[in-house]
């Protein structure tokens, strides 16, 4: 799963808050877009697929205010600075590869050592075998003749 990162200060933005109703649409947008991998691009008929009809006159108010731009080929529209502050595809890949390595070595780790026999907590004497037991005498107490 990608995370996608929000200002906490994006409230007071001024092209937020010039943006209003339509930060509704740019927020889903950078969801879809962090999910797909598109680095900040987005379908052209993506607004109205998140939103319906509304949509489309949502894209056009954020590339107005200038949170959008919209590419001069293939009708997509692109989310401005999407890459200066979240992970592009390439990073996220690269993450979960490391990530998918490391888990697998912890596991291989773990599978080994369950199979271990670990001094000190086998068998009745705590290492497997009874010695302690026949030194102290029956329930740890000295043999009384």
Known sequence: MAWVKIDDRLHGHPKA???????????L??????????????PGDLPSIL?????????ITLVTVGLWARATRGGVYVIRNFLKFNPSR???????????????????????????VTPGRDGPGRDGDDDDVE????????ARS
């Open 51 to 59: 939103l319906g009809l509304r949509g489309d006159s949502l894209a």
């Open 90 to 116: 390439a990073e996220v890949e690269q993450r979960r590869a490391t990530e998918k390595a490391r888990q697998k070595r912890h596991r291989e780790g773990l599978s080994r050592r369950d199979t271990r």
């Open 29 to 42: 947008a950078l969801s879809w877009s962090a999910c797909y991998g598109t680095d900040g691009r987005l």
């Open 17 to 27: 808050r010039a943006a209003g109703p339509a930060m509704e649409l740019w927020v």
């Open 135 to 142: 030194a102290r005498g029956t329930n740890g107490l000295e």
